[in-house]
């Protein structure tokens, strides 16, 4: 059966699957409040949409306009904007902000306190470890050229991300490739490589025996 808290507040529309479960404070189906001066798009946004089996966990806000697939789990204190797309079985851990207009693919697991930008794409199977952050600005809010060129990352199937890593705006990071903790990555990266240190380089392959296959 589907669990509602007391304390949370779900929005009228919202769409919420058979056995969802929404935590104590949790906020689901917000339309935004944005600035005077955010580039988002300002538009009415449909009803946010949570396939079954989802959790909402405590303090949690979870904006309209985006869907959720089955089983996610979205942890506590973590925020999805909006016009996002969240497939099946994927993991938010703690304090986790996944920005608008983001897809992130089946089983992949986001952890505590990482933060994904506006305009990212992450595909299945990917694990971004704690504290990853990545940007979609080269500008840094300067200059109207900037907002032809917003984009954060395209990270591919398998690819993992190192605790701490900075991913510049609009970089490829291949499939099955691995980012080292901590290091900065400034250009795309190839499948399978492995990277470090800041600038990253590559260093060797991924093993065949640590392959999702």
């Known amino acids: 059966m589907t669990e509602i808290a007391e304390t949370a507040i779900v929005f009228p529309g919202t769409v919420?699957?058979?056995?969802?479960?929404?935590?104590?404070?949790?906020?689901?189906?917000?339309?935004?409040?944005?600035?005077p001066r955010s580039t988002a798009k300002r538009e009415d946004l449909p009803p946010l949409e949570l396939g079954a089996g989802t959790i909402v966990s405590t303090g949690a806000v979870v904006f309209a306009g985006t869907t959720v697939g089955e089983r996610v789990i979205v942890g506590d204190q973590s925020c999805i904007r909006e016009r996002c797309?969240?497939?099946?079985?994927?993991?938010?851990?703690?304090?986790?902000?996944?920005?608008?207009?983001?897809?992130?693919?089946?089983?992949?697991?986001?952890?505590?306190?990482?933060?994904?930008?506006?305009?990212?794409?992450?595909?299945?199977?990917?694990?971004?470890?704690?504290?990853?952050?990545?940007?979609?600005?080269?500008?840094?809010?300067?200059?109207?050229?900037?907002?032809?060129?917003?984009?954060?990352?395209?990270i591919r199937r398998g690819a993992r991300v190192g605790g701490g890593s900075v991913l510049l705006p609009g970089i490829e990071v291949g499939e099955e490739a691995f980012i080292g903790a901590g290091a900065v990555v400034l250009r795309d990266v190839p499948p399978r490589a492995v990277m470090v240190g800041s600038p990253a380089r590559q260093i060797r392959d991924v093993p065949d025996d640590e392959l999702l296959g």
């Open 16 to 35: 919420i699957g058979e056995g969802c479960r929404i935590l104590d404070y949790a906020v689901v189906g917000k339309q935004p409040t944005l600035s």
């Open 85 to 154: 797309s969240i497939g099946d079985d994927v993991v938010l851990g703690r304090g986790s902000f996944v920005e608008n207009d983001t897809s992130i693919g089946a089983l992949t697991k986001v952890q505590a306190h990482a933060y994904i930008t506006a305009y990212s794409t992450l595909e299945d199977n990917v694990f971004i470890a704690p504290c990853v952050i990545t940007t979609n600005d080269n500008f840094m809010g300067r200059t109207e050229k900037r907002l032809e060129l917003m984009k954060g990352p395209t």
